[in-house]
């Protein structure tokens, strides 16, 4: 079936630090990919998605790959600021309007 | 702005009694989810609805319910919560049908529920 396999937190990195975060994924056929954010006490924000192999999905800079050959949609962003501190959670579309999460990585950014 | 509007934002019930939260959205989407989140956890799904019919997971306690009187709102109902039931509720909506295996769920505030 399908999965997806994120990176473990926390990650802490300084301001201005480059981001990555992996996310790879188990699916059949090319459901559409999707990294969520989720700032302290607030619900689930959409990032960014991509919906077919290659697209490339973007906002706020940061930025993510559909990859089809390495089954992965790692999450970057190249200068990350205080404000990007949140948990970040990888997800895809699994089926009957159902999506599957990840398990999700806090972030931490120090001034 | 279109969007997926929770109330309230903070729920304070006590043991076993009966408590509701609610969603509405004005995204005119046809499918609506209710999750459940523990502790930056990743959120877990309890039912949603497709239309009118709905669909419950295999373990989802029978504690919890849901109706949705019309396509704008949705309602979680826990009959008796225990203290286990203390979390963030999130609802969240999709529109379904247009584009098969596309579909984007956007996401409420949540709901915090203590349960005392």
């Known amino acids: 079936g399908n999965s997806v396999t994120q990176m473990e937190g926390p990650v802490t990195l300084s301001e201005e630090a480059f981001l990555t975060i992996n996310c790879t994924y188990t699916?059949?056929?090319?459901?559409?990919l999707f990294w969520y954010v989720q700032y302290p006490g607030e619900g689930l924000q959409l990032l960014l998605k991509?919906?077919?192999?290659?697209d490339k999905g973007s906002n706020k800079g940061f930025e993510a790959t559909y990859r089809k050959e390495t089954t992965s949609f790692h999450l970057e962003k190249g200068s990350v600021q205080v404000s990007d501190s949140a948990v970040y959670f990888c997800?895809?579309?699994?089926?009957?309007?159902?999506?599957?999460f990840g398990s999700g990585t806090r972030l931490s950014i120090r001034p | 702005d279109a969007m997926v509007i929770q109330n309230p934002r903070y729920q304070v019930t006590q043991f076993g009694k009966p408590v509701t939260l609610s969603c509405s959205q004005t995204?005119?989407?046809?499918?609506m989810y209710w999750y459940q989140q523990k502790s930056s956890q990743a959120p877990k799904l309890l039912f949603h609805?497709?239309?009118?019919?709905?669909?419950n997971e295999a373990d989802t306690p029978d504690n919890f319910q849901s109706r949705r009187p019309n396509t704008s709102f949705c309602f979680l109902d826990i009959r008796s919560p225990g203290l286990g039931d203390a979390a963030m509720y999130l609802c969240?909506?999709?529109?379904?049908?247009?584009?098969?295996?596309?579909?984007?769920?956007?996401f409420g505030p949540g709901t915090r529920l203590l349960v005392l």
């Open positions: 969240a909506t999709s529109r379904a049908g247009s584009a098969p295996r596309k579909e984007t769920q956007y």
């Open positions: 995204l005119n989407h046809n499918v």
């Open positions: 609805y497709y239309d009118k019919d709905f669909n």
């Open positions: 699916a059949t056929g090319y459901p559409s």
């Open positions: 991509a919906t077919k192999a290659d």
């Open positions: 997800a895809l579309y699994s089926s009957a309007s159902k999506i599957i």
